[in-house]
């Protein structure tokens, strides 16, 4: 298959000599194989059959090195959220902006770009979580990713405000991009990393990876957040390892795109390990979102609880496919698993596949899905005591996602959270 | 308990009679071997050029990836698609060989006739052996025979169903089975006739690397009822036995059939059953699925919900021993308004078997006020046992209500301890929980049926404690 995506395109991305082998090492990989089919398990139900390599080509390197004006779309987001303790801001890719509290910046809290400024610190973490490859799309991205957000927290540091990422995408249609964070939270640490992922109204592939790496005993919440143009697709990677002790909340918010798909993966390697996986999703017009979680226990007495709440509008298609993998030494893990899936209107499609493969026996596994309309009862109550049916049916959904939002380790991120999936409620029917 | 000593590894009713084979084909596939199964039978052509298409169609078509997955070894050319054994058919139990009839006293066949059970078409190899049909079900126009005999009496209701539920097309092993099928049960009920008893067959692989491809079809029409009920079992053979069965069921608008499966097959035997019924207005079909044996099952009942109001069920219970896999579950196509569904699924796993629960639920466009309500419960008895669930859900439209839930777990250690505490053996507490578990579908088979399933469970329960 002929596409722009070619090892010379891969070696013209420049970069520290370590970063331009392992491109070339990915791009050689993805040389010799072919994008992946709906035919393949972890496929099925996606819109892959209709991505063309050819009809995309990876951006070059840009004229000048240096730091550039960080977007006005970016800033008037990030100025209106909570306090922070650093902030990262990339434009496809690279990183134009970066700042961090002083005092962190003392203890060796480290914030900055894996190919520039913490090049010497990110060899040798960058690909730990997400090293084996799970597919075409990770090792396009590892051919091409420019460079990315590298958060470092030194064993024992506790964060006392969210650290932000902000990935932009804005580039000519055709064009696709290749963000990357990887945080790395040291023993006996404590983060909160909000990761907020948009694009302009183009026509992007944006193909991203987010490697998050729990040190033992540590605690980590990594809230991301997705609000892509209207014709960008995107394809993501998230991964984290969750060593012994540790605990993780890893959520999403998936709001934008034509087709959005995040595989959103948690492996508990370290034992008595936490990891809680949530995620609030809303599609409306021709959008179709799909998740592909995975909850893969290794290590005895982990834990780990997923919830997926989504709505799904007019036209719109929404795809859940999980799994909790218990491998043989995961004895006395608990491992649980729930998706639920509101259908507002009769033309919209919703898929749910809650998978477990189970291989040690002293365990506690449970799963559950449920894919149904607005309660008529919820609605009858509401509009009894007076509300109108719109009003009801907005505070029925709100009160749907708002078990996920209560869920959220920390208060003041669910908020702006909150916001952002009312005003796309709000506005639904704009796109449709 | 007696029983102590036990051995499952070894199966129960493992025995082996020598019977003579009439006709013994070479192994191996190809237009031939269908060729000279059709000419055997003396069919008529368009069911010789339906099984020489078919053939077709099994060689084009790929195997599903879990499949091919599931038994990598199998080699459709060792395998024989044609055996006959010498006795004709007959309608008096005393007329059998000896060796047959010893095989069947095994299985206990008289005592269910005694039982009044109903006419008994007990199957050897590919072909009915023995058969009665009780004459009070003749009086109410129900007819019940083996296929072959149905081809051969009522060939104008055998055309216009067979293949329409499962055509050849759907998958490789459907495809086979049109291609070589022989034997199974024909059942028709006329409008309005409820069957005032259980139909009963028994099925036995008797010949090493036999493989059984028989073919059941169930027309059930407007307002009438049927249970049929099917055990299967085979003797102990060191090399690999390849069952294939198409089961299709007809249910008219009104009607109710219900269809009873305990399977029991030694376990070097691949069980690769295709079970589907057609549910029209207001009907509903229900699958009973026990399976204890084989090396491999592969069996996933569905029910296309067709007419409005239509209802299905699977309800089931796996067990996997040590070197045994139970691939088993459920597909629900709700393709009309105000149909439902309940799946229940219940699996055991005990020294190295694994069993996988895969099911779909699909409500299709214009199917609305749906409702759907899946459980899966997993037990897994040792560290070295596996269980897995697939439950597959796709849903195109907005007013269905779609559940699923699933559990895995061991045996309760605070269950053990009370009971134990009430002076029962770790055995016996841990059979009689194990017997409480499948219980929402045990309590729904026949007596004899409850009874041998329990036995079976609480055979298989030695030694799994500890």
């Known amino acids: ?432 | 308990m007696a029983r102590a000593e036990v051995d499952l590894g070894k199966y129960q009713l493992g025995w082996h009679d020598d019977i003579e084979y009439a006709f013994e084909p070479k192994k191996g596939l190809n237009k031939a071997v269908v060729e000279e199964i059709s000419s055997m039978k003396g069919e008529p052509d368009w069911m010789r050029k339906f099984r020489l298409r078919s053939l077709e169609v099994f060689d084009r078509k790929p195997m599903k990836p879990w499949f091919a997955d599931n038994m990598p070894q199998l080699d459709f050319q060792d395998i024989y698609y044609y055996l006959k054994p010498s006795t004709d058919q007959v309608e008096d139990w005393e007329a059998l060989p000896e060796n047959i009839r010893n095989t069947y006293e095994k299985l206990g066949i008289p005592e269910a006739e005694r039982k009044y059970l109903a006419g008994v078409t007990a199957q050897m190899e590919s072909e009915v052996v023995y058969h009665r049909n009780r004459e009070d079900l003749e009086g109410l126009g129900i007819l019940f025979s083996d296929m072959d005999t149905a081809l051969r009496e009522h060939p104008e209701i055998v055309k216009e169903y067979f293949g329409t539920v499962i055509p050849p097309g759907d998958n490789k092993f459907a495809a086979l089975n049109t291609a070589v099928w022989s034997g199974g049960s024909f059942i028709f009920v006329p409008a309005g006739v409820h069957v005032p008893m259980p139909l009963q067959a028994y099925f036995r692989i008797n010949a090493e690397n036999a493989g059984q491809f028989e073919r059941t079809l169930i027309v059930v029409e407007e307002g009438a009822s049927v249970h049929y009920v099917e055990g299967c079992s085979a003797p102990v053979y060191s090399t690999d036995s390849l069952h294939s069965a198409v089961v299709e069921i007809i249910a008219k608008p009104g009607a109710r059939v219900q269809y009873t499966t305990i399977q029991n097959w030694s376990p070097n035997v691949y069980n690769l059953v295709t079970k589907r019924a057609r549910a029209e207005a207001e009907a509903t079909v229900v699958w009973i699925d026990g399976n204890l044996g084989s090396k491999l099952t592969m069996k996933y009942p569905s029910v296309y919900l067709m007419g409005p109001k239509a209802h299905g069920e699977v309800l089931s219970v796996a067990y996997a021993g040590e070197g045994q896999h139970q691939d088993a579950g459920a597909k629900m196509v709700h393709a009309a308004p105000e149909t439902s569904s309940i799946i229940e699924s219940k699996s055991i796993s005990k020294a190295g078997g694994r069993t996988t629960y895969r099911g779909l639920v699909k409500v299709e466009e214009g199917a609305t006020n749906v409702k759907s309500n899946v459980r899966c419960d997993a037990l897994i008895l040792d560290e070295e046992s596996r269980s897995d669930t697939y439950p597959y859900q796709e849903i195109a439209e907005q007013d269905v209500r779609i559940e699923h839930e699933a559990t895995v777990s061991k045996v309760g250690e605070d269950q053990l301890f009370y009971l134990m505490s009430r002076g029962l053996s770790e055995i016996e507490a841990a059979s009689m929980i194990v017997n409480g578990f499948i219980e929402p579908i045990t309590k729904t088979l026949p007596m004899e049926y409850a009874v041998e399933l329990s036995r079976l469970i609480e055979l298989e329960m030695e030694g799994a404690v500890g």
């Open chain 1, 1 to 432: 298959m002929t596409h722009a995506f070619t090892p010379d395109a891969a070696r013209a991305l420049g970069g520290p000599e370590w970063l331009v082998e392992r491109r070339l090492a990915a791009a050689a990989r993805l040389d010799a194989a072919a994008p992946p089919t709906t035919d393949e398990e972890i496929w099925r139900y996606s819109r892959i059959d209709a991505f063309d390599p050819s009809r995309w080509s990876p951006l070059a390197a840009p004229g000048g090195a240096g730091e550039h004006e960080v977007p006005v779309a970016v800033r008037s987001v990030y100025e209106e959220m909570v306090e922070r303790c650093g902030l990262i801001v990339t434009v496809n890719g690279r990183v134009v902006h970066r700042e961090l509290d002083d005092s962190f910046a003392a203890k060796g809290v480290m914030l900055g770009d894996l190919a520039v400024s913490c090049a010497d610190e990110a060899r040798g973490l960058l690909g730990t979580v997400a090293a084996e490859s799970p597919d075409w799309f990770t090792d396009l991205h590892d051919a091409f990713l420019p460079g990315g957000a590298f958060v470092f927290v030194p064993a024992g540091v506790v964060l006392d405000r969210p650290i932000l990422v902000f990935h932009f995408a804005d580039a000519p249609d055709g064009s696709a991009v290749f963000p990357h964070t990887l945080v790395v939270a040291e023993p006996e640490s404590e983060a909160t990393v909000l990761e907020h992922r948009s694009s302009g109204g183009g026509e992007l592939l944006i193909s991203g990876v987010s490697e998050v790496v729990v040190g033992d005993g540590a605690h980590v919440n990594f809230v991301a957040v997705q609000n892509h143009g209207s014709r960008a697709w995107e394809i993501a990677l998230q991964r984290a390892h969750v060593g012994r002790d540790a605990t993780l909340t890893s959520s999403s918010i998936a709001l934008g795109g034509a087709y959005a798909r995040l595989r959103s993966e948690a492996h508990a390697v370290g034992e008595g390990s936490s990891s809680n996986l949530l995620a609030v999703y809303f599609a409306d017009g021709d959008q179709m979102l799909d998740f592909r979680t995975l909850q893969d226990h290794s290590a005895p007495r982990s834990h780990s609880d997923l919830l997926f709440k989504g709505a799904v509008e007019h036209r719109a298609h929404s795809v859940y496919s999980g799994l909790i993998r218990l491998r043989e030494d995961a004895q006395k893990a608990d491992a649980h698993q729930t998706n639920r899936t509101l259908k507002l209107s009769p033309e919209s499609h919703a898929e749910s596949v809650p998978n477990l493969e189970i291989l040690a026996n002293d365990v506690q596994c449970t799963h559950a899905s449920a894919i149904g309309p607005v309660d008529d009862d919820q609605l009858y109550y509401l509009e009894s005591r007076g509300v109108p049916p719109e009003v009801a049916e907005r505070l029925v959904v709100f009160g749907f996602f708002e078990d996920v939002f209560e869920r959220l380790p920390v208060g003041p991120i669910a908020e702006p959270l909150r916001q952002a999936v009312r005003e796309k409620f709000e506005r639904r029917g704009a796109s449709s």
